[in-house]
């Protein structure tokens, strides 16, 4: 939950470690919950800033 450090997780590094350095990456979100889910039950957000990244 956004503004609630208890029920949030920065996955940044999780993110970077499945892209590489791939041009293109896909896989589960769910699979971030691996390492543990601050907040069960709850609909997650993941939004992804990419940079130097072209269409």
Not at 18 to 43: E, H, Q
């Amino acid at each position: 939950m956004p503004n609630d450090a208890s029920q949030s997780r920065d996955v940044t590094a999780e993110v970077q470690a499945k892209i590489g350095t791939s041009d293109f990456a896909r896989f589960p979100v769910s699979d971030l919950a691996a390492n543990g889910d601050p907040a069960v039950g709850i609909v997650k957000t993941l939004s992804v800033k990419c940079h130097g990244w072209e269409n």
